[in-house]
């Protein structure tokens, strides 16, 4: 229950289960501090698609890495996560950065880690063969602002900003997109616009997250007539 309340109800919905650690804390040469976290994640299940969800038997070795350093009077403030062969995460905190989120720009990668960005959450994932409907529900929760934000709201995750998806095989509703190379960017609060290219097609979309409404402009492949 308490790391629902420090990470947020929607954060934590794909794990189930528990799982044992090894934690460390040491100071650093600079008079900060470093805290690393190990876990095989066994005894956790996550509810995701294949190759990201798991079983509570299997094991996923993460390292969690969190770095503090003093900047005048507050702290510069990092934290790593790690699942190797399977995902990066980087995530940071300015010194002097408001209270939510904790974190003011993130970045969460299949394969090597991205640059971060100057603010909000950035993705960049890479999967085989995907359905969009087992990946619909994770979506809508990741791209939709809450309709009502309380005072005493705290978040500790950015917001996503921009997200890159690659994919040899892509199936959305009737429609298959042959290696997709997706990039989706949030203009602005729940207004997205999308770059896709893939065998198929070529072109560009935008949508509000909350209303659902779509408008694009597609260009089908040459053996087709334009839309």
Known sequence: TGLKDLAGAKALLPFTGQARYKAQLASTKDRGYEAVLSSTLEGLAVNLPAPLGKTSQNRAPLTVRWVATPVKNDFRESLTVSVPNLINGRFERPAGARPSPYFSR???????????????????IKLGRV?????????????QEPKRATKAEFKVFPTLATARLRSPHFILSDLTFTDLDLTATQ???NQWSARIASKETAGSATWKAAAGALDGRIQRSEEHTSE
């Open 106 to 124: 993130a970045t969460v990668a299949m394969g090597e880690a991205l640059p971060l960005p100057a603010s909000g959450l950035a993705l960049d």
């Open 131 to 143: 359905d969009f409907e087992d990946w619909s529900t994770l979506f809508e929760q990741m791209t």
């Open 187 to 189: 203009d602005a609060v």
